[in-house]
Nanobody, 119 residues
């Protein structure tokens, strides 16, 4: 059974930093594209950043230049470094692992971790 466990959320002041981690177990981590999504109260879940199995990255315009996604295949873990945090970054952040081929599609979610940016 594939499990994704996020950690690293919390309360931080505007301008501060947090690093989220997503530990994956139960499957071969290196084959997955890893993504971070977030959902603020009353809003739809949105993509924040994604890193492919080949380590290509893509970011939402709202976080470009402030957030960095990375992965460590040896540790089966994906990261989201968040700098210069703003109140509008407040949300529950979810980790996603996705793999697809002509034969199978795999899509897994973590339970989410709360990030609150407030003075």
């Amino acid at each position: 059974q594939v499990q994704l466990v996020e950690s690293g959320g919390g309360l931080v002041q505007p301008g501060g930093s947090l690093r989220l981690s997503c530990a994956v177990s139960g499957s071969r981590f290196s084959i997955y594209d890893m993504g971070w999504y977030r959902q603020a109260p009353g809003k739809e879940r949105e993509l924040v950043a994604v890193i492919s199995s080949g380590a290509s990255t893509n970011y939402a315009d709202s976080v470009k230049g402030r957030f960095t996604i990375s992965r460590d295949n040896a540790k089966n873990t994906a990261y989201l470094q968040m700098n210069s945090l703003k109140p509008e970054d407040t949300a529950v952040y979810y980790c996603n692992a996705k793999f697809w081929s002509t034969i199978v599609t795999l899509n897994y979610w973590g339970q989410g971790t709360q990030v609150s940016v407030s003075s």
